[in-house]
């Protein structure tokens, strides 16, 4: 059967007499069987007593404060709301610059659609060799023929509705 | 540096819709004939002989007179005013230019008429049908 062993932080809690009640009754009882635990305790109660040697050593703290800045240097750096976004977006922009320039290339193909398209369209007319090329024809209040002649003469003739005679 | 990088583009497509303003900024010189077409028997005027000959298919009219011939030139985008003996105001609006066709607007008030079309230098519109004295109205519209 497997062992389980408890965590390393329970076992500083052991140490520190900070277990009671039933937490308290299983690491006991595990250390009376596991060696490997015994090993792990004696070794955090040499770190706990020298930590505890040290302060008392040292009242006004000058030590310890020669050493803050080597743990500060080992301990995880702190990392707020920014970092996590710039995290997500790093991979997708790769770097700063080709961001800046999928953007601006969006922009522009955005802004010249409407250009190219009209070019687009204008080509196409172009294509046809009609001389006149009727592309839109709104009347309103009556019917409208468009035609052309034998000799290609382009009409667009509004049939009669409404008399406009000179007064 | 990085905000160079946005504004290149940027200024860059200020010039190319600058330079195509300034490019289509020509123009044109249109050419507006006003014509009273009627069956009554009169002369063909100068020049409406072809147009008669064209017509005589479809209309029996038997006189072309011209009433008003009228050259503006106008730049793109510029609205020319014609005044009809009816009392109908032409517009038209050269747009641009594209291949040796000249894109036009033409809006007549009074008959809420409104058409853009292509055409070539030299190539006339007609526009015509309404009825005027004993006859009707056409106009010539040529980009000369």
Redesign the interface.
């Known amino acids: 059967m497997k062992k389980s062993h408890p965590e390393e932080e329970k076992l500083s809690l052991y140490i520190d007499g900070a277990l009671s009640g039933d937490e308290l009754d299983l690491i006991e009882r595990h250390l009376t069987s596991c060696s490997d635990c015994q090993r792990e305790v004696e070794a955090l109660k040499g770190i706990s007593s020298f930590i505890m040697k040290t302060l008392k050593d040292d009242p006004d703290y000058s030590l310890t404060r020669s050493l803050w800045p080597l743990i500060e240097e080992r301990l995880p750096e702190k990392r707020g709301l920014s970092d996590l976004i710039m995290d997500w977006i790093r991979p997708v922009f790769i770097t700063r610059i080709i961001g800046s320039f999928t953007v601006a290339a969006l922009l522009l193909l955005l802004f010249s659609f409407p250009y190219l398209y009209g070019i687009w369209k204008e080509k196409r007319l172009a294509e046809h060799d009609a001389d006149i090329l009727i592309e839109r024809v709104e009347v309103e209040g009556g019917p409208v023929m468009i035609f052309k002649t034998e000799r290609k003469l382009t009409v667009i003739w509004l049939i009669e509705g409404d008399v406009h005679e000179e007064s | 540096m990085?905000r160079a990088?946005?504004f290149?583009?940027?200024l860059?497509?200020i010039i190319?819709?600058a330079s195509?303003s300034i490019y289509c900024e020509e123009r044109f010189l249109i050419k507006v004939e006003i014509v009273h077409a009627s069956q009554e028997p009169g002369s063909v005027d100068p020049g409406f002989s072809?147009?008669r000959e064209?017509?005589s298919?479809?209309f029996k009219y038997r006189s072309y007179r011209r009433l008003e011939t009228r050259r503006e030139s106008l730049k793109t985008g510029q609205v020319g005013e014609f005044h009809l003996?009816?009392?109908?105001v032409l517009y038209i609006t050269p747009l641009g230019e594209?291949?040796n066709?000249v894109?036009i607007r033409a809006t007549i008030k009074?008959?809420?008429?409104?058409?853009?079309?292509?055409?070539?230098r030299g190539?006339?519109?007609?526009?015509?049908?309404?009825?005027?004295?004993d006859g009707v109205?056409m106009v010539i519209i040529n980009i000369e």
Do not use: C, H, Q, W
């Open positions: 990085r990088n946005f290149i583009p940027i860059l497509l190319l819709f195509r072809s147009l064209e017509f298919p479809y003996p009816d009392g109908r594209y291949k066709r894109r009074g008959d809420s008429l409104d058409t853009e079309y292509l055409a070539r190539s006339p519109l007609v526009l015509g049908g309404r009825k005027y004295k109205l």
